[in-house]
């Protein structure tokens, strides 16, 4: 089992750049893909972005890609989320997100092991 706590996340005007954390408890990180997904109020959660356990393979939504940068530190047991050109439809509560042994983080939230609690980021026009 695996806990995860999310920070970084506040207010921001348009055009703007946050990165988030994710620091995750246990000794076995290494084994997890990780991910974030972000949820809108009156929307459904929706995958952002995933890395693979050792890190060398990351992918994203259409909607963030070249703005969004996920990396992980697998000495510090955390992941982040650099969201540069922050737009208003970037506004969500942001989840971090971890499936064990898998090689993939799946794009679907039935689908995902563990949850952290969010962090909200808001971005103003």
């Known amino acids: 089992q695996v806990q995860l706590v999310e920070s970084g996340g506040g207010l921001v005007q348009a055009g703007g750049s946050l990165r988030l954390s994710c620091a995750a408890s246990?000794?076995?990180?290494?084994?997890?893909?990780m991910g974030w997904f972000r949820q809108a109020p009156g929307k459904e959660r929706e995958f952002v972005a995933g890395?693979?356990?050792?890190?060398?393979?990351?992918y994203y939504a259409d909607s963030v890609k070249g703005r969004f940068t996920i990396s992980r530190d697998n000495a510090k047991n955390t992941v982040y989320l650099q969201m540069n050109s922050l737009k208003p439809g970037d506004t969500a509560v942001y989840y971090c997100?971890?499936?064990?042994?898998?090689?993939?983080?799946?794009?679907?939230?039935?689908?995902?092991?563990?949850w952290g609690r969010g962090t909200q980021v808001t971005v103003s026009s």
């Open positions: 997100a971890a499936d064990y042994g898998s090689s993939w983080l799946s794009r679907r939230p039935d689908d995902v092991d563990y």
């Open positions: 890395i693979s356990p050792s890190g060398g393979v990351t």
């Open positions: 246990g000794r076995t990180f290494s084994s997890y893909a």
